[in-house]
């Protein structure tokens, strides 16, 4: 990915940013510097992708951050990685300045933003003996939930369908780890379809 970075023109970069400007709130702390690096990084992972044909990677990368029994629902959150297009509509997508706190790395430019309230889906791909794998698949809704300040990571309140208690055993029970994806709207269907053509075990908790 180095290599690509450095195989990255000025306008290609310049064209990203751009992009950003007219999309998201900027944070005033982010410098030229920290931002040309950002979409130098953002283009070279795109061509990486593009050249080797990888094509399915839109949906938003998330974990399973904190239990919340009350509400029925888990935070979900992570280190600042996803995809905007599922924020919710009536608040900005933000990119800011925070501290990384791991791998003594530079402070990362990171997207803030909460999750589109309703349907929704998460999956998670399980690693079975030799080339066995297991696709866990749960759906649900996202909350209308409130802000949370604090955190300053993409973030969002998901309900299962089969209630918390009962998506997370069977979630576990099923090898499931804490890193997911998410997709807007109810996709088991078609994860399952995929499974069947893919040879992948399937399983919905």
């Not at 306008?11 to 999309?23: G, L, S």
């Not at 696709?135 to 409130?146: I, M, R, T, W, Y």
């Amino acid at each position: 990915m180095y290599r690509g970075m450095l195989a990255v023109t000025d306008d290609e970069a310049a064209e990203v940013i751009e992009f950003e400007d007219a999309r998201f709130e900027i944070d005033a702390r982010l410098s030229a510097a920290e931002r040309q690096d950002h979409a130098r990084m953002q283009v070279a992972i795109e061509q990486i992708l593009t050249s080797r044909g990888f094509g399915a990677y839109t949906a938003h990368f998330t974990e399973m951050y904190a239990m919340d029994f009350p509400s029925d629902s888990v935070l979900m959150s992570h280190m600042g990685e996803g995809n905007w297009k599922i924020v919710r509509s009536d608040r900005p997508v933000r990119l800011i300045k925070r501290p990384l706190g791991i791998g003594r790395l530079a402070d990362p430019p990171t997207f803030l933003f909460q999750y589109q309230p309703g349907p929704a889906t998460i999956a998670t791909l399980v690693s079975l003996e030799g080339d066995r794998f297991r696709l866990v698949v749960a759906e649900g809704e996202n909350l209308d939930s409130q802000e949370l300040p604090a955190l300053e990571m993409p973030y969002g309140q998901f309900r299962p369908g089969t209630g918390l208690r009962g998506c997370l055993n069977g979630w576990l029970a099923a090898g499931g780890p804490h890193h997911e994806v998410m997709n807007l709207g109810h996709h088991a269907a078609s994860w399952r379809t995929f499974c069947q053509l893919a040879g992948i075990e399937f399983v919905q908790v």
